[in-house]
């Protein structure tokens, strides 16, 4: 998985923003979505499974419905 640094995610919002200039809902969802593709870029399909199944785990490990 690759992290992303303070600034790319300020970047991130920054375009969402300008995407979605007057709905906060879909800046959100849109910002997500970019981060986890991302994160996953240049994962096999087996690898992104595993990364998001665990996701999954952690969630609801603590709670968390999905």
Do not use: C
Request: aromatic residues 10%; proline residues 3%; charged residues 35%.
């Amino acid at each position: 998985m690759i992290a992303l640094t303070d600034e790319e995610k300020k970047q991130l919002w920054e375009e969402v923003r300008k995407e979605f200039p007057d709905d906060e809902m879909m800046q959100q969802i849109h910002y997500v979505r970019l981060l986890h593709y991302y994160r996953v870029r240049g994962m096999s399909s087996q690898e992104r499974v595993r990364f998001f199944n665990s996701v999954l785990e952690k969630s609801e490990k603590i709670g968390i419905p999905v």
